[in-house]
């Protein structure tokens, strides 16, 4: 395959660090690659450079002739005072702003849409638009397209950031973090998305089921060298290992090598006067290479091992009784019900703006219920770690920052460690220790407010998005931290692979306040899911429905909000669906699927260039009403899957 981008000696310095040390590799046109490194290591500098956005650098980089780029930042900054429609149409070509018209006129069924098509068509724009609307329908971007981007989520945000680079369809994508801030589906159809599509992809992310089934090769910034893996994740960790079991077989010849010249250091210097002076020089050397590939050991053996204080769960934690909360129209807990018990480890899922945080300020007692009981024990200490914490002061020392909380910390059966000790146990080597906190990356800032909330000792622990710019190496010893930790957890996270591991059961989000409980984890109720696909075509056949027009769809638009069947344990108690309902239901995926048939025939007759305007008016009148049945048939299955 042709070479998209090649690197050759580069070399990045940043104060006081050399973050990349004349590396060198290349990208092939589609291939899928992931970078992978420990916070600070020097990941988003490193994209930031090969997008052109930085330029402190040394070496050569060469992009192949004519490719077109896009970089996707962690955080992009859009002009807060435009809408979403604005924002993705920023050209001011003649073509852009038809296509920003006409998107408008379709999502309010304007009468326009029929000049707006004819003068699509003369500008030979009708394949761009169809792309367009596309990558609109697929980041569900229909209802915000009018929304002032200061009032848009951070999920939001980054779907309409997604969205102007699925449209302008570059050759070369680099992405920095990608899946934060967005909900489990968005994750997974941006994975479809990218797998499918035969665009270069150069990409940091910590969600390591997103490198798994999207990336197939793997680099790794360590130490300032790149090393390149082929394959994907489960790959990845298989050649990394033999790559660390051949520096362990380096470090053991090592030592016996030092054995032997230590004995010749150390003899008299008569018996090594005549001795070349060179071999001396070399030993000092052979030390400092020594101590080097020791420290890199420790370091590598790190975890993060805090033995906090016991502080006594009584029998009571934290119940709630017939809890009700809205805003305004919008139900975020309806009746709800739920006794914590002690050692409960439960995950929090659903999408973005469903609740999720708003539950969270329930239970910590920062909002109060419109109707409804929630009753803390006395013995209960709760904690929350927060997506957006409070700032640290940049200018204070990572040490400082500690002992503003405690100069000592006091752990498990009385013992007492300094805060310098317990940095250290949180991967802070004593060098960062002494820095600024304006010199931490992003992930390093995180797990220091981790650490300060932490030590608080709390016996009923809320982390909200915890996994947010923390690397592979930090997930997995905060997850055996987790695994470890005896009171009770709450965990709201995207990041499935972490859920998996870390929690026993779920609580489910769905719309207008009903939360429903799954007993096990991520991946065994999107298994679960997959299999109760089998059960709604049965129910749509025994009702009368076209079973051919259901397998057509995709199984996670059937099941999109699937609720768990009789074996799963429901907090909250639905009204099943009569025998009329169950026919409706029917009814209504089939008419659903006709619908979407025609639209694309619609779209496709649009587009042959063929029509007069009489018939383009008929069409895209009926588009309109098309689009407005599909939104109220969808509304009202929406409604019907919610109880099944």
């Keep these: 395959m042709p070479t998209i981008l090649d690197i050759r000696n580069l070399t990045i310095t940043a104060p006081h660090k050399i973050l990349c040390d004349k590396v060198e590799?290349?990208?092939?046109?589609?291939?899928?690659?992931?970078?992978?490194?420990?916070?600070?290591?020097?990941?988003?500098?490193?994209?930031?450079?090969?997008?052109?956005?930085?330029?402190?650098?040394?070496?050569?980089?060469?992009?192949?002739?004519?490719?077109?780029?896009?970089?996707?930042?962690?955080?992009?900054?859009?002009?807060?005072?435009?809408?979403?429609?604005?924002?993705?149409?920023l050209h001011d070509s003649p073509e852009w702003q038809l296509i920003?018209?006409?998107?408008?006129?379709?999502?309010?069924?304007?009468e326009d849409i029929a000049d707006l098509v004819t003068q699509i068509q003369e500008m030979d724009a009708r394949d761009y638009e169809t792309k367009v609307s596309i990558v609109i329908n697929k980041?569900?971007?229909?209802?915000?397209?009018?929304?002032?981007?200061?009032?848009?989520?951070?999920?939001?945000?980054?779907r309409v950031a997604l969205a102007r680079i699925l449209i302008d369809d570059p050759d070369l994508l680099i992405?920095?973090?990608?899946?934060?801030?967005?909900?489990?589906?968005?994750?997974?159809?941006?994975?479809?998305?990218?797998?499918?599509?035969?665009?270069?992809?150069?990409?940091?992310?910590h969600d390591r089921y997103f490198l798994e089934r999207v990336c197939n090769q793997i680099l790794e910034l360590d130490h300032a060298q790149i090393y390149s893996y082929p394959g994907n994740y489960s790959r990845f960790l298989e050649l990394k290992q033999k790559r660390e079991d051949d520096e362990d077989m380096q470090r053991h010849q090592l030592k016996q090598v030092m054995r032997k010249e230590l004995e010749w250091i150390r003899k008299a210097p008569r018996a090594r006067e005549n001795k070349s002076s060179f071999r001396t020089k070399a030993y000092y050397e052979l030390e400092d290479k020594y101590k080097w590939l020791k420290r890199e050991e420790r370091i590598k053996s790190q975890k993060i091992e805090i033995d906090l204080a016991e502080r006594r769960l009584g029998g009571k934690i934290l119940r709630l009784h017939n809890v009700y909360k809205a805003f305004g129209d919008k139900k975020i807990v309806e009746k709800f019900s739920y006794d914590f018990r002690a050692w409960e480890r439960v995950g929090l899922i659903g999408k973005n703006g469903v609740g999720k945080s708003s539950f969270i300020d329930l239970l910590m007692g920062s909002s109060l219920p419109d109707s409804g009981d929630i009753r803390r024990g006395d013995t209960i200490h709760m904690a929350l770690y927060q997506q957006k914490q409070q700032p640290l002061n940049k200018t204070k020392k990572v040490l400082d920052i500690v002992k503003d909380k405690a100069e000592y910390i006091t752990l498990g059966k009385g013992k007492k460690i300094s805060a310098s000790q317990l940095l250290e146990q949180f991967l802070f080597s004593p060098k960062q220790q002494h820095q600024k906190a304006y010199t931490l990356s992003g992930g390093e800032r995180r797990r220091l407010h981790l650490l300060l909330i932490l030590i608080t000792n709390p016996n009923f622990l809320i982390l909200d998005e915890p996994t947010n710019d923390l690397d592979?190496?930090?997930?997995?010893?905060?997850?055996?931290?987790?695994?470890?930790?005896?009171?009770?957890?709450?965990?709201?996270?995207?990041?499935?692979?972490?859920?998996?591991?870390?929690?026993?059961h779920l609580m489910v989000f769905e719309w207008d306040g009903v939360i429903s409980w799954f007993p096990g984890t991520y991946t065994e109720r999107f298994e679960h899911k997959k299999n109760k696909q089998s059960v709604i075509l049965s129910e749509a056949k025994w009702n009368g429905a076209k079973s051919k027009d259901l397998e057509s769809q995709q199984p996670d638009e059937i099941?999109?909000?699937?609720?768990?069947?009789?074996?799963?344990?429901?907090?909250?108690?639905?009204?099943?669906?009569?025998?009329?309902?169950?026919?409706?239901?029917?009814?209504?995926?089939?008419?659903?699927?006709?619908?979407?048939?025609?639209?694309?025939?619609?779209?496709?007759?649009?587009?042959?260039?063929?029509?007069d305007h009489t018939a383009i008016k008929?069409?895209?009148?009926?588009?309109?009403?098309?689009?407005?049945?599909?939104?109220?048939?969808?509304?009202?299955?929406?409604?019907?899957?919610?109880?099944?």
């Excluded at 920003?100 to 304007?110: F, N, R, V």
């Excluded at 010893?477 to 499935?496: G, K, M």
């Excluded at 069409?619 to 098309?626: D, F, G, N």
């Design 139 to 158: 980041l569900k971007l229909h209802e915000i397209l009018e929304r002032p981007i200061k009032l848009c989520s951070g999920g939001e945000v980054k």
């Design 618 to 644: 008929t069409l895209s009148t009926e588009l309109a009403k098309l689009v407005t049945k599909l939104d109220e048939y969808e509304s009202r299955w929406l409604e019907l899957e919610d109880r099944m």
């Design 559 to 611: 099941l999109r909000y699937a609720q768990n069947d009789v074996v799963t344990k429901h907090i909250q108690k639905k009204k099943s669906l009569s025998n009329k309902e169950r026919e409706e239901y029917a009814m209504l995926s089939s008419e659903i699927e006709r619908l979407e048939t025609r639209k694309e025939q619609i779209n496709l007759e649009l587009s042959t260039g063929t029509l």
């Design 175 to 205: 992405l920095d973090e990608p899946t934060n801030h967005l909900d489990v589906e968005m994750i997974e159809r941006l994975e479809v998305e990218l797998s499918r599509s035969k665009r270069t992809l150069l990409l940091v992310t």
């Design 472 to 504: 592979i190496h930090t997930l997995q010893v905060l997850e055996n931290f987790l695994l470890n930790y005896a009171w009770c957890l709450v965990i709201v996270s995207h990041d499935r692979f972490f859920m998996d591991k870390v929690v026993d």
């Design 25 to 89: 590799f290349s990208l092939n046109s589609g291939s899928k690659v992931a970078l992978v490194a420990k916070n600070g290591a020097g990941k988003t500098s490193l994209l930031k450079v090969l997008a052109g956005v930085e330029e402190a650098y040394e070496g050569d980089i060469t992009y192949a002739p004519h490719i077109r780029m896009w970089y996707l930042r962690q955080d992009e900054q859009f002009d807060q005072e435009q809408t979403v429609m604005d924002t993705l149409f």
């Design 100 to 110: 920003k018209q006409y998107e408008l006129a379709l999502a309010s069924g304007s």
